[in-house]
């Protein structure tokens, strides 16, 4: 199954996709788009663009677990991209993806502009990866 992820954010959003056989977890894009209306169809067009079956939209939890004002936000959006693209829309716990795409690219020498333009795709593959861990285990 092809399965989207989505790190949605305020700004910037990554976008990642896994192959069919959901071994591959490879960043698309990452999308600069501040009103959420717009970020919806633009998500919607990658996921029909891509053949999606399945997306996935990083849920920003608060270290304790509590949802505060993003995590809202974030699931407000997954509701609405349901709506826009008709496609299933699962949520995944993203709590430390940020830092783990920032470990990532510290230990590949990224920095600067390009750090910046690259990590939250990078967040979206580590949501797909975990996404994609989580199916597999489940399976069993």
Known sequence: ????????????????????SEF???????INEKYVPALVEKVAALA??????????GLPVNMDGSEGESA?????FAEDLH???????????????????????NATNTRGKKRKAVV????????????LTKRKNSAK
């Not at 591959?24 to 990452?30: K, W």
């Not at 029909?48 to 939209?57: G, M, R």
């Not at 809202?72 to 407000?76: E, L, M, T, V």
């Not at 939250?120 to 996404?131: F, G, Q, R, T, W």
């Open 24 to 30: 591959l977890a490879s960043p698309v894009t990452v």
């Open 120 to 131: 939250d795709a990078v967040s979206a593959v580590i949501i797909l990866e975990n996404y």
């Open 1 to 20: 199954m092809v399965i989207m992820s989505v790190d949605f954010g305020r700004v910037r959003t990554g976008i990642a996709v896994c192959d069919r």
């Open 48 to 57: 029909a663009e891509k053949k999606a079956e399945l997306i996935v939209v």
């Open 72 to 76: 809202q936000n974030a699931r407000r």
């Open 83 to 105: 709506r826009a693209c008709g496609i299933e829309v699962d949520m995944l716990d993203e709590r430390c993806t940020t830092m783990e795409a920032h470990q990532f690219l």
